[in-house]
């Protein structure tokens, strides 16, 4: 028996990159799921292949800048399977690059839209529904940009700083229905969002790839499966006395660079 067999799940952002990984892995684990996403024909793809390999898919067509429509993907999931007992809060995007010296309000209003709202909306959505079943785990994808400043521009640091802190907020609330509210901080991982961030298609994931070698204590670059691994981990029944953290997945960027690149032994 897979480690959610009988379980039902929404993941944002999941026809690609960390998203699109986790589907797999949950579907592998015998999860029913609902692919999130804008991308239409991606997700549409996506859900009908895993559909044809566990008839455990559906695609929802989400904008998790807009509530109703975040809504509507946790409606799918009940109407679809008759409950939910897993939320991926996972969608967004590199936004808010440049000097801040630069930036106009519009493009702060898009990162706190993108990547801090859309958790909210998420976490609220799944928490109405959780909460009246007495059970759920809810995993946000934050960021090691988010832990300290420095590791990433500036409005993508602090909205996923804003998701680190919210985790532990809605973790305090939840946890009276048994509602377990946790995130993970990827590093460094060369998905579609990294290289769409540099104005570039997917041709050039290889190279971004190995520019992230050997930067971290484990040399090599992260991959997709990394976060997925342990966004498995919080769904399950396995971290069911876990909540409200914040785990960094990153190969140890987060403490900076590894022992042998260091001036100072």
Same mark, same amino acid.
């Given at each position: 028996?897979g480690?959610?067999?009988?379980?039902?799940?929404?993941?944002?952002g999941g026809?690609?990159?960390?998203?699109?990984a986790?589907?797999?892995?949950f579907?592998?684990?015998?999860?029913?799921v609902?692919?999130a996403d804008?991308?239409?024909?991606?997700?549409q793809?996506?859900?009908?292949?895993?559909?044809?390999?566990k008839?455990?898919?559906?695609?929802?067509? /989400?904008?998790?800048?807009?509530?109703?429509?975040v809504a509507a993907?946790?409606?799918r999931?009940?109407?679809e399977?008759?409950q939910?007992?897993?939320?991926h809060n996972?969608?967004?995007a590199m936004?808010?690059?440049?000097s801040?010296l630069?930036?106009?309000?519009?493009?702060?209003d898009?990162? &706190?839209?993108?990547l801090?709202k859309s958790?909210?909306?998420?976490?609220r959505?799944? *928490?109405?529904? &959780?909460?009246k079943?007495?059970k759920?785990s809810?995993? $946000?994808?934050?960021?090691?940009?988010?832990?300290?400043?420095?590791?990433?521009?500036?409005?993508y640091?602090?909205a996923?700083?804003?998701?680190?802190?919210?985790?532990?907020s809605?973790a305090l609330?939840?946890?009276e229905?048994?509602?377990?509210?946790?995130?993970?901080?990827?590093?460094?991982v060369?998905?579609?969002?990294?290289?769409?961030?540099?104005g570039?298609g997917a041709?050039i994931?290889?190279?971004?790839?190995?520019?992230?070698?050997?930067?971290?204590?484990?040399?090599?670059?992260?991959q /997709?499966?990394?976060?997925?691994? /342990?966004?498995?981990w919080l769904?399950?029944?396995?971290s069911?006395?876990?909540?409200?953290?914040?785990i960094?997945?990153?190969? *140890?960027? $987060?403490?900076?660079?590894k022992?042998?690149?260091?001036?100072?032994?």
């Open positions: 028996m480690k959610l067999e009988g379980k039902v799940a929404v993941v944002t026809a690609s990159g960390i998203g699109e986790t589907l797999r892995l579907v592998e684990e015998g999860a029913r609902v692919v804008i991308k239409d024909e991606q997700g793809a996506l859900a009908d292949e895993l559909a044809w390999e008839g455990a898919a559906v695609f929802q067509h /989400t904008d998790v800048t807009n509530g109703e429509q993907a946790v409606a999931a009940v109407s399977f008759g939910l007992d897993i939320m996972n969608a967004g936004v808010g690059r440049g801040l630069e930036m106009e309000e519009a493009e702060v898009r990162a &706190m839209g993108l801090f958790v909210f909306f998420g976490v959505e799944a *928490g109405r529904v &959780m909460s079943q007495g759920g809810i995993v $946000n994808t934050a960021s090691i940009a988010g832990l300290h400043p420095g590791a990433g521009p500036h409005l640091a602090t996923k700083a804003a998701v680190v802190f919210f985790t532990g809605a609330e939840l946890g229905y048994d509602v377990r509210v946790n995130c993970v901080c990827p590093g460094g060369a998905t579609e969002l990294v290289s769409s961030a540099l570039a041709d994931l290889p190279a971004i790839e190995e520019s992230m070698r050997g930067r971290q204590a484990i040399e090599r670059p992260g /997709t499966i990394d976060i997925a691994r /342990t966004v498995l769904a399950s029944d396995e069911d006395y876990v909540t409200g953290q914040a960094a997945i990153d190969g *140890g960027e $987060n403490y900076g660079a022992w042998s690149k260091q001036t100072m032994q």
